[in-house]
């Protein structure tokens, strides 16, 4: 799991009278990553880039129309049905006919949208003159009369009118927002005299219609014709809807063939090639070479040669160097001395070797980058820290089942894909929230899983762990900070030690030490020397208290001594030393020990965060009554009725409330109180996912990531075809 895959190069030299076949036999293995050819061969051996064989062109227009024609359709791949065979005489006259039709239709559905599109114009353009109130032909048509018709201020507009020397009279009526301008022009005036006199004023004009009737009348009208338009387009869209349904199986089919051809006649623009030989080269799974190679000789028989060139392992510098000895095949040589040439220096594609219930985190490495060939994999130890951390940031049972839930649907509604991994990793994050909440004794923030199991059952006094909430249990606050910092050293000591061991694997001893071992020195001697007695009383007492024997957490811990103290701090100094000699620019980075370490402490600061929300929803719904004073004081919510000050609750005196609760105050309080009981666990429920899915994300990828992981790698796509639609049988 920590490694991907191992990989092997090969590659595959023949004739070309059988490269047909070879690309054939190929392309049905699935296995066979291929490398671009990259002409290095060109100018020594005389190999060029592949040509496509014949047949590519054809295909590749085919299939842009077939896509065109999904397009146009909407057809959908949730629509198909079984498999079928599409041979060479399906797709001619058959594709033929249907872009013809669809074409057609098409084009008179796009005429009739732009005529709607021209209607919905005119309306709107048509708006003005209905606030105008003036019908439409008494707007144009005179020879002694220029009319302008527009919006703007009146006054300023009448004001230029009567400022105009080529108007003699006008008149001016308006709407509310829309005005129409007569004007009389003097005897010599333009034809543009009253347009003329408005430059410059705040007045838009309007288009006059050349139109009659009523601006209402001519509204209705063209309504009229929209509802005609809209009747034909839906007609035109129903006979599409009709091929949709009719033919939407066959496109399928027919793409997906015609994907498949073209991968296969575009298949030699990635070979080398002479007048009369090929060669291919590529990755496959290591433990798959017999398959690989058997199914070619089965296929082409002794046309062909296969030769694994080199199993892809880790060198000292980092590199994985592919060569091969290229010898004749069928009638050409591959090389023209048969000495050992390289096509490519490409890095091996990468196979995550992730199953089962680990998979699904692949997601989360991906978000960051996929690993490459040289590095450990961490989704294994995302699998194990990621939902841990988001389960004990939450802890309740009730929002664990909820999250359980909805990655139970996610991951078993979807077939693959983003979505189905991400219904895996929501899965196992609900899980461990319902596990912590049993061992809180919660859900959702009641505690009902203390009282009728951990006491009622088990006849403990109270749950294993707890939140620290109020002010009795206030002391597990603090002890949930301890926690977080020791989890922050373990989890970003196997970040560093991930690290030592590429390096050491990689580069050798001395550079693992001096980049790797460095950190892994200056982090537990800065931490030793911190819980230890070194520091004197400077360490919060917490820290030294919560693993003790007679601590929360009994472990018998109760830091180290003073000798051990200053041994780790010794540690850390060398740590440094060993850095500066290394880089000497990364010794400004001396305090990321502290304060790597120190980012953990959001665990417990989200998990009070969430608990404390939690608690305030239940707080204002049902209320909250407390016994005992001071640190003793226990805080109960008010869930059957709500007890006062005086009464006697489970053998202990009730010394407050701290509010009565909604449902405890009338009809109208219990509706209230149901509004704010969703809403506001359906809030906290929601701020689950963006603070503690995303404070837990944020550790994985900056505590933990940035110690080891480049990422980088190549995706493992081998050539070939995963048919859905069609079937060869």
Do not use: C
Not at 172 to 180: D, N, V
């Amino acid at each position: 799991m920590l490694r991907p895959e191992q990989m092997s190069k090969v590659s595959v030299t023949g004739s070309k009278g059988v490269m047909p076949e070879v690309i054939e036999a190929t392309h049905d293995l699935r296995l066979l990553h291929v490398t671009e050819y990259d002409g290095s061969w060109r100018e020594e051996f005389g190999f060029e880039t592949g040509t496509p064989i014949e047949g590519a062109e054809s295909a590749s227009d085919k299939l842009v129309t077939i896509r065109s024609l999904k397009s146009i359709l909407g057809v959908e791949e949730t629509e198909a049905g079984r498999q079928r065979i599409v041979p060479d005489d399906a797709l001619e006259e058959p594709l033929e006919e249907i872009r013809t039709e669809v074409n057609e239709l098409d084009d008179r559905r796009s005429e009739l949208r732009s005529r709607l599109d021209d209607i919905d114009e005119e309306v709107d353009a048509m708006e003005p003159f209905v606030d105008l109130g003036i019908d439409l032909d008494l707007l144009s048509g005179y020879e002694s009369l220029q009319v302008v018709v527009g919006q703007g201020k009146v006054e300023t507009v009448e004001r230029a009118v009567v400022d105009a020397d080529d108007i003699n009279a006008y008149e001016i009526f308006s709407g509310e927002r829309t005005h129409a301008i007569f004007g009389r022009p003097t005897e010599d005036a333009s034809e543009t005299a009253l347009v003329d006199a408005l430059v410059g004023t705040d007045f838009a004009t309007l288009e006059i219609p050349d139109a009659e009737g009523s601006p209402e009348d001519y509204i209705q009208d063209l309504q009229q014709q929209k509802r005609e338009l809209e009747s034909k387009l839906n007609t035109v869209e129903s006979e599409l809807n009709d091929i949709a349904v009719e033919e939407g199986e066959f496109l399928l089919a027919a793409e997906e063939r015609l994907a498949i051809d073209v991968q296969k006649t575009e298949a030699p623009l990635s070979f080398a090639t002479t007048e009369n030989a090929f060669v291919a080269e590529g990755w496959i799974p290591t433990e798959r070479y017999n398959e690989f190679a058997t199914g070619l000789k089965d296929a082409v028989g002794e046309h062909v040669d296969v030769e694994e060139i080199e199993r892809a392992e880790f060198s000292r510098d980092g590199h994985d160097h592919a060569r091969e000895e290229v010898a004749e095949s069928g009638s050409a040589a591959a090389a023209t001395d048969g000495g050992t040439v390289s096509m490519s220096s490409d890095d091996p594609p990468v196979v995550q070797k992730n199953g089962g219930a680990v998979e699904p985190f692949e997601l989360l490495v991906q978000a960051v980058n996929r690993p490459n060939y040289y590095e450990f994999d961490p989704t294994i130890i995302l699998f194990l820290t990621f939902p841990t951390f988001f389960g004990f940031m939450i802890g309740d049972f009730g929002y664990g089942v909820i999250y359980t839930a909805i990655g139970f649907f996610l991951y078993s509604k979807f077939d693959d894909g983003a979505l189905k991994s991400m219904g895996g990793v929501t899965l196992a994050a609900g899980l461990f929230t319902t596990l912590f909440g049993i061992l809180y004794g919660e859900i959702f923030g009641f505690h009902l899983i203390t009282q009728y199991f951990w006491e009622g059952m088990l006849g403990l006094s109270h749950p294993p762990i707890e939140k620290g909430l109020s002010p009795a249990t206030a002391e597990w606050a603090l002890g949930w900070l301890t926690v977080s910092v020791v989890v922050g050293i373990i989890h970003v000591n196997v970040g560093y030690i991930f690290d030592f061991v590429e390096s050491y694997e990689l580069h050798g001893a001395k550079e693992a030490v001096l980049e790797s071992g460095s950190w892994i020195l200056m982090l537990n001697g800065l931490w030793i020397w911190i819980f230890s007695d070194a520091l004197g009383g400077v360490p919060p007492e917490f820290l030294f208290t919560t693993f003790a024997a007679d601590g929360l957490i009994p472990l018998g811990f109760s830091g180290f001594s003073f000798t051990v103290g200053w041994v780790g701090f010794g540690m850390y100094i060398l740590g440094a030393v060993l850095l500066g000699m290394a880089e000497l620019a990364e010794l400004v980075e001396f305090a990321a020990p502290l304060s790597n370490v120190l980012s953990y402490t959001r665990l417990g600061a989200v998990l009070i965060a969430k608990a404390s929300m939690a608690f305030a929803v239940n707080l204002l719904v049902f209320g909250v009554f407390v016994t005992g004073e001071g640190s003793e004081a226990e805080w109960h919510f008010g869930l059957g009725h709500m007890y006062h000050v005086g009464d006697m609750y489970h053998g202990h005196e009730v010394t407050e409330v701290m509010f009565g609760g909604l449902f405890h105050s009338g009809a109208a309080g219990v509706v209230g109180g149901l509004l704010v009981l969703v809403v506001g666990h359906l809030v906290v429920l929601a701020l689950g996912v963006t603070s503690a899915g995303l404070q837990a994300v944020r550790l994985e990828y900056v505590e933990f990531f940035n110690k080891f992981f480049e990422g980088g790698g190549r995706e493992y796509m081998p050539f070939g075809y995963d048919r859905e639609f069609t079937t060869e049988d």
